[in-house]
């Protein structure tokens, strides 16, 4: 059974830092591009960040970009991602998603989400 779960969103105040958490199971998420997307009330999700299969490369949505830091390890089949200056448009579920095009084929597969909020 393929899972993606979540962990580390909470309540911190503008300047804060967290940590999110995503442990990957049922497949072998070291073949995959893993990412970080989020959704705030109202409008669509958005990519975060993304971080390739061996974890040598890494992409940033402007709005994160020298604040929000992604990085994988294989070996326990998990991706973090490292918030720091946390403000308040920061607040959204943050989603994990993990990719893989194989030929013909598309694998995605998503997490339940782990609400981040940041508010004083």
């Known amino acids: 059974q393929v899972q993606l779960v979540e962990s580390g969103g909470g309540l911190v105040q503008p300047g804060g830092s967290l940590r999110l958490s995503c442990v990957a199971s049922?497949?072998?998420?070291?073949?995959?591009?893993m990412n970080w997307y989020r959704q705030a009330p109202g409008k669509e999700r958005e990519l975060v960040a993304t971080?390739?299969?061996?974890?040598?490369?890494?992409n940033y949505a402007d709005s994160v970009k020298g604040r929000f830091t992604i990085s994988r390890d294989n070996a326990r089949n998990t991706v973090y991602l490292q918030m720091n200056s946390l403000k308040p448009e920061d607040t959204a579920v943050y989603y994990c998603n993990g990719h893989r095009s194989y030929f013909t084929k598309v694998y995605d597969y998503w997490g339940q989400g782990t609400q981040v909020t940041v508010s004083s």
């Open positions: 971080i390739s299969s061996t974890g040598d490369s890494s």
């Open positions: 049922g497949f072998t998420s070291s073949n995959y591009v």
